[in-house]
């Protein structure tokens, strides 16, 4: 009895974590395909502005993965914000995050770069709102929910996520090679992410990075993609290096590896 109740356990995770990453791949890939099929990209760009069918679809996205939780949960939005890591503030990972960013904008300066201004709605579109709704998206809904409601091991889910991440960026890029290496990019960097919010058990130091980043990679003129040039990757391996060595000694060891799981009558266990 208990080696079919262990395997009827073990499929029911595999089932959850497989829904789970259904509705992050549709996020991700299928709903800018569906916003066009149904005739809103010309619309929301002539209603919002240029930037306006990428407002929809982040909108899109984050109602889908807000519901979705919901309804996985069996909970209200309240419990929805705290499955999704956004109701759990973390201020000691916030403030490692700051000087991450702080030790990157330290490297450029030295370097000279020089200051581009941008236009504030595209920063706040791109460097502020898009961030913000990836990190719930990828981190927060797909990473986040294979492991506490699909029960998935962390590299199993954080693999998932980031290769989910990395597609979604692949159009960046102005060639095959490009598109490739952006995403190669891109998918390291949701592997990063995902640790962040599984060590610090909020999504907001992760996204404080992605944020920080996006913001200096416009600022400074630092490149089209994520590929960027000597000056920016040398800035971004500041970010980084820092960003692992503070959380890897600052965040609480209790964190690490810690999820809640659902077994098939519904209760849950840590």
Known sequence: MAAIAQTHSISARIIRSAVVLAIGLAASLGIAPMLRALGLHDWSKHTFGSNGFYELFITSVFVLVLVSTMAMWRSGLARALDALAIARFSPRGCLVSVVAIAAGLAVLLLAGAKYTPQPPGALLIFG????FVEEVQFRGFLFRQMRRWGGAPFWVAAVLASLAFGAGHFYAGNSLADSLMNSTITFAGGMLFCWLVERWNSIWPGFIIHAGL??????????ENAVGGKMGNLARLATLVVMIVLTALLAPRSRRGARVTADASGKKAA
């Open 128 to 131: 502020v709102i898009g961030p």
């Open 214 to 223: 996006n913001l200096v990679w416009s600022l400074f003129a630092l490149g």
